[in-house]
């Protein structure tokens, strides 16, 4: 189904003006594009919880490292408005780099110490790339929701820590990770995978689920569900490299010792060109 495409940042402001002044409440939907089943998902929750739905698709480079894959990052707008339509989206922001970044911006959003745990490690950059333009689309698309996956669990910490601080007015929805049948859950990077990384990339989810039995079983110490999990992923995933598995508080993001109480299962994998990501948050 056809889907408004909207290019400039005054265009997309008198849009939701417009949808506002006729009571509408707003959901807003921020992808990077390549749209997969987990990105619909996210379409799909704000249809039902929102009365106008603007999914945003912005590659945003600045939160990528200069050895990162901006370049190569996946690129198919075409069938990206095309599933957006189909879903039901009323509109889609769709900015170049120049829009987002007409000058040398002096601002950055930066979100303290979890922004530094887990993926800040390996990627120092990213989160104050990712707040920058999550507060630059909140202010140009204000919406009443805004739709995240699991999938980034750090991501959606960060995020509504920075949505609290600065007292934006959205409420941060989390909607469940969506996986391939196998396990392995959805990216737009798991195209980088060759077939024989691909059958070694459930290995991820594997390690996270015999974590969760583990723990479910008999609360062992964090360390020793950590070593489990590392011993399966080399198992099943000889070619993958670790960048981390880490057991975590789901707030602070602080290492755990032991897990009797709420925890964040999480892990990052090298895997040829792709840098998969993963968690299990269990309450
Ligand atoms: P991205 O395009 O990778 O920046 O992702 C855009 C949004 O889709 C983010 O909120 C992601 O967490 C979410 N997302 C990506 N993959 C999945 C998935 N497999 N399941 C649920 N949400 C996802």
């Given at each position: 189904a056809f889907v408004k495409v909207i290019k400039t940042i005054q265009a997309m402001r008198s849009d939701v003006r417009a949808a506002r002044a006729g009571g509408k409440t707003v959901g807003v939907v921020p992808t990077m594009g390549a749209l997969h089943a987990g990105h619909v998902s996210l379409i799909d929750a704000a249809r039902r919880a929102c009365d106008y739905v603007v999914v945003t698709i912005f590659v945003n480079?600045?939160?990528?490292?200069?050895?990162?894959?901006l370049g190569a990052y996946p690129r198919t707008l075409e069938a990206d408005l095309g599933a957006c339509g189909d879903h039901g989206a009323d509109a889609t922001f769709v900015p170049d780099a120049d829009e987002m970044y007409?000058?040398?911006?002096m601002t950055e959003i930066h979100v303290r110490t979890i922004s530094e745990r887990l993926c800040g490690r390996d990627r120092p950059v990213h989160f104050g790339g990712v707040c920058t333009v999550v507060a630059k689309l909140f202010n140009i698309v204000p919406a009443d929701k805004a739709f995240f996956g699991q999938k980034d669990f750090q991501q959606t910490v960060v995020v509504k820590r920075m949505v609290a601080d600065l007292n934006f007015p959205v409420e941060i929805v989390v909607c469940p990770t969506v996986r391939e049948a196998d396990g392995l859950a959805m990216s737009s990077?798991?195209?980088?995978?060759t077939p024989a990384q691909r059958r070694q990339a459930p290995a991820l989810y594997g390690a996270l689920q015999r974590g969760r039995d583990l723990i479910a079983r008999s609360h062992p110490p964090a360390e020793q569900v950590a070593q489990a999990m590392r011993r399966h992923l080399a198992a099943d995933a000889p070619d993958g490299q670790i960048d981390y598995v880490a057991i975590v508080?789901?707030?602070?993001?602080e290492n755990v010792e032991s897990t009797d109480g709420p925890v964040a299962m999480a892990l990052a994998v090298r895997l040829g060109r792709a840098r998969l990501i993963d968690n299990v948050v269990i309450e």
């Open positions: 480079p600045t939160q990528f490292a200069p050895t990162e894959d007409p000058t040398d911006a990077r798991n195209v980088y995978l508080n789901p707030s602070t993001l």
